[in-house]
């Protein structure tokens, strides 16, 4: 159940980040790779600044979001050079 969980939280914040970003969308597998990613890079940051985003699947969710933010900013920077 919980390697579900991780794939759904990723597909959600994939989604929310492509939405909120901007652009063209990477598909659904591309989405799901970015939300895992970005739940990787959320979660690196949240320990190595001391944040927490609450408990929870919406917890997950958010900190998720903010990294597939992040690496959606630097897939298209790198992209656009």
């Known amino acids: 159940m919980g390697f579900l969980l991780f794939i759904l939280i990723g597909l959600a ?17 591309g989405n ?4 895992v990613g970005g739940a990787v890079i959320g979660g690196i940051l949240a320990t190595t ?3 927490f ?5 919406l917890g997950g969710v958010i900190l998720a979001t903010v990294g597939a ?8 920077l790198i992209h656009r050079a």
Request: glycine residues 24%.
């Open 32 to 35: 799901l790779a970015v939300g």
């Open 49 to 51: 600044f001391g944040l």
């Open 69 to 76: 933010v992040i690496l959606l900013f630097f897939v298209r």
């Open 13 to 29: 914040a994939g989604w929310i980040a492509g939405v909120l970003v901007k652009g063209d969308g990477f598909g659904l597998l």
């Open 53 to 57: 985003a609450g408990a929870g699947i």
